[in-house]
């Protein structure tokens, strides 16, 4: 049973639930004299095939809807509701300070900073309802600045595989680092306030 | 008759016995192999092996809910029971193998009761 691939809350109900019929099981036995068959039908379980079975049985869809259901959907609905959060507290008037950086101009959404957590929290309560592991629920609740990480690590890579136009880094090193810090690193906090809640386990009953 | 089409008459009729024997009361898995085998006086028998894949299969199709809870000895086992749409199965399945022994007898002259 150890090697049953389900999420953690789930596989333990399942251990606890076998093991309760066990017990009842071996109790029966004791009082009634466990007949021969029964006995014989509990020694011979095929361990390994009754986990395969009980896994079939127990995940929803394939692994690929499950894939898609505990994280990919709530990764793009962190996406959505982060992007739909920045527009809005912008047409609400909550503007990002503006910071001049080697001359160029930087936007700090501090609304936006401060309103994530509701996106992160969003993310991360879709992943658990869908049983994701711990690991989906992080990543969806990051998932925002995992985006940023990835555009701000292709952008380079961008810049110098472009040989007809490179001349040189296009942008100021300083913004383009301070830019991923706001876009990046700045992000991660309040996401992670949003998130954190929902990275416990759901209390199990025990037998 | 292969071992596949055997498995599948095992499993509609382990389904239906199941259905039937939580539309009377809310059981956990111990007590719905122990009453589906008394009262079928053992022609029926579910193992731990053949009984948990299926509840756990019926839960996925929203037949049946589990939920904790207390027994008579006061140990938390996963009580079963029968959702609104395990109730609407009820009626078609047993109309189901009705008619499947009704066939079967006009076949083969295997009377059923």
Same mark, same amino acid.
């Given at each position: 049973m150890a090697k049953l691939r389900l999420p953690c809350d789930v596989k333990e109900e399942v251990v606890s639930e076998l093991a309760a019929h066990l017990e009842d099981a071996d109790e029966e036995g004791l009082t009634q004299n466990l007949r021969e068959s029964e006995a014989r039908s509990l020694s011979n379980i095929n361990w390994r095939s009754l986990a395969r079975e009980i896994q079939d049985s127990k995940l929803k869809e394939d692994a690929m809807n499950n894939r898609t259901k505990g994280l990919w959907l709530p990764a793009l609905a962190n996406l959505t509701i982060a992007a739909t959060l920045l527009v809005a507290l912008e047409m609400l008037g909550l503007k990002a300070r503006i910071l001049l950086v080697s001359h160029l101009a930087m936007g700090l959404p501090f609304p936006w900073l401060f309103a994530l957590p509701v996106s992160g929290a969003a993310a991360a309560l879709l992943a658990k309802r869908a049983q994701a592991p711990l690991a989906a629920r992080l990543i969806a609740g990051l998932a925002p600045s995992l985006v940023s990480l990835a555009v701000f690590c292709i952008m380079p890579l961008v810049f110098v595989l472009d040989r007809w136009q #490179?001349?040189? #880094? $296009?942008? $100021?090193l300083d913004y383009f680092f301070l830019s991923a810090l706001v876009w990046i690193v700045l992000p991660v906090f309040p996401l992670l306030v949003g998130t954190l809640p929902f990275l416990r386990q759901s209390g199990l009953r025990k037998t | 008759m292969t071992k596949r089409i055997r498995s599948k008459i095992a499993r509609g009729s382990g389904e239906l016995a199941i259905l039937a024997i939580l539309a009377e009361q809310p059981l956990y898995g111990f007590e719905i192999a122990k009453q589906i085998g008394e009262r079928t006086g053992g022609a029926l028998q579910f193992t731990l092996a053949s009984l948990y894949p299926l509840l756990y299969e019926m839960e996925k199709r929203g037949w049946v809910e589990g939920h904790w809870q207390a027994n008579q000895a006061g140990r938390d086992r996963r009580y079963y029971r029968l959702t609104p749409s395990g109730k609407r199965q009820l009626a078609p399945l047993r109309q189901e193998w009705r008619s499947f022994f009704q066939a079967l007898d006009s076949l083969a002259g295997v009377s059923h009761v």
């Open positions: #490179f001349s040189g #880094f $296009p942008i $100021p | -």
